[in-house]
């Protein structure tokens, strides 16, 4: 089983519309989750971290389940500029290295 | 400030070359890390450091060296290159151990596409 994973997706919506990507990851000990974008032939940019309680900036909105070991990443009123691959990442038992899921790409059509 | 750098953006080797990937940062991190990027498997870690002088290997080691002796420096070297060391290349930084709910995170650098003949 892959330490983290995601939707294989692509996902391809309009513009407007909301979509949910999921992920799971298998050790239980991860410090610290977060979701980075991807845009194609680029570096990973942090999109948000995601803490305990659940978070939101703007259209973006994050959760974090410990006992599930799964983490959401929602976005509302999808834009053009939201096309990208969204990688879930979990840190490992000493919050310092990075597990990266496959990532999940994303479409977003006019 | 310039984050971290990368240099070159591109190489082309043949099979058996060696060279070195260049990662710079500015922002005093004590944590540097090498991923490599393959499609449909997403980022996975190469070598990593937690200071000067203190490297350590992560999930796919195997034709690769590091060294730290700065802490603005980490470069990545490829022994004898094979066709398999064909990928795109990120180094990373960040402050240290990330504490959770704190505001920081690793930061990468453009990367370094390699294509090994």
């Known amino acids: 089983r892959k330490e983290v994973e995601q939707d294989p997706g692509p996902f391809n919506v309009p513009e407007g519309a909301t979509v949910a990507f999921n992920c799971t990851y298998s050790n239980s000990a991860s410090q610290s989750f977060f979701w980075y974008r991807q845009d194609c032939r680029k570096e990973p940019k942090l999109l948000m971290s995601?803490?305990?309680s659940g978070n939101e900036d703007g259209r973006f909105t994050a959760q974090l389940n410990r006992a599930s070991q799964y983490i959401s990443l929602l976005i509302r009123d999808s834009k053009l500029s939201d096309s990208a691959t969204y990688l879930c990442v979990v840190t490992d038992n000493y919050g310092q290295n990075f597990v990266f899921g496959p990532g999940t790409r994303l479409s977003v059509l006019p | 400030n310039a984050g971290v750098t990368q240099t070159p953006k591109f190489q082309v080797l043949k099979t058996g070359q060696s060279m070195t990937l260049q990662c710079a940062q500015d922002?005093?991190?004590?944590?540097m890390s090498w991923y490599r990027q393959d499609p449909g498997m997403g980022l996975r870690l190469i070598h990593y450091?937690?200071?000067?002088?203190?490297?350590d290997q992560g999930e796919v080691p195997n034709g690769y060296n590091v060294s730290r002796s700065t802490t603005e420096d980490f470069p990545l070297r490829l022994l004898s290159a094979a066709p398999s060391q064909t990928s795109v290349y990120f180094c990373?930084?960040?402050?240290?151990?990330?504490?959770?709910?704190?505001?920081?995170?690793?930061?990468f650098g453009p990367g370094t596409r390699l294509l090994v003949l």
């Open positions: 990373a930084s960040s402050p240290g151990t990330l504490a959770p709910n704190l505001k920081e995170t690793q930061y």
């Open positions: 450091s937690v200071g000067a002088g203190i490297t």
């Open positions: 922002m005093n991190h004590e944590y």
């Open positions: 995601v803490y305990s």
